[in-house]
Structures are given as structure tokens and as C-alpha cells.
Nanobody, 130 residues
């Protein structure tokens, strides 16, 4: 069964950290760019970060630059998003999505529409609150 599964969400205090995982099954992530999105209640889905397939390039939205770090471990078929210095406005459901492409991360996240991604995960909730 082909799927992406996110995990690692939870409740954290402001200033805290979390590590989200996006694990693929049924296919290899080696040839896929992986993007992380988030959606807060009443708001549109927002592209947060992306990592390229072949060049390993990374890209971050301004809202998370300097606080979030994306990485991939192809041996585990998993992509990670490290969330540091969390703020209440980071509260959202976080989704990962995969697109089979060699385009650099900045191109993937800033030009692809959500329906152009090949696979989506089910999401993991991140809540930042004291």
C-alpha cells in the first residue's frame, strides 16, 4: 500500500520543540521532493518547507525560516521537520506531500499547486500553548 504517514505532533509550550516525521511505504522517497504544509482552523493551507530529491536543496517559508529545519534519511525512507522556538501561531495540522521531480525545493514549494503532488499524508496536529 502506497502511503505517507506523519507522526510526532503534540502539545508543546511556546519556545519548545518537536520533530515531525514523514514516513513513506510502498514506494521509495529517493526520487521525490517532499514538502511540508500546515493548515490552521479557518485558514488556507500554507507551504512551510521543502527538500529536493536529487540535489538535497531546502526551502523555508519566511514564517518559519531560522526556526524549522527539514532533513531526509533515504535509508529510513523518511523526511523530518524539526520545529524549534515554537510559537502559538505555529498551531496547525501539519501535512507532508511527495512529488516525483528533480526540481529544486524552492521551485517545488512555490510553484506547484496542492493537487499536483503525487501523495499526501493524513496530517499530524501541532498545538503550541501554555
Amino acid at each position: 500500500q502506497v502511503q505517507l504517514v506523519e507522526s510526532g505532533g503534540g502539545l508543546v509550550q511556546p519556545g519548545g520543540s518537536l520533530r515531525l516525521s514523514c514516513a513513506a511505504s510502498g514506494f521509495s522517497l529517493d526520487y521525490y521532493a517532499i514538502a511540508w504544509f500546515r493548515q490552521a482552523p479557518g485558514k488556507e493551507r500554507e507551504g512551510v518547507s521543502c527538500i529536493g530529491s536529487s540535489d538535497g536543496s531546502t526551502y523555508y517559508a519566511d514564517s518559519v525560516k531560522g526556526r524549522f529545519t527539514i532533513s531526509r534519511d533515504n535509508t529510513k525512507n523518511t523526511v523530518y521537520l524539526h520545529l524549534n522556538s515554537l510559537k502559538p501561531e505555529d498551531t496547525a495540522v501539519y501535512y507532508c506531500a511527495a512529488d516525483q521531480t528533480i526540481l529544486p525545493a524552492i521551485v517545488v514549494l512555490t510553484t506547484l499547486t496542492t493537487d499536483e503532488y503525487d501523495y499526501w499524508g493524513q496530517g499530524t496536529q501541532v498545538t503550541v500553548s501554555s
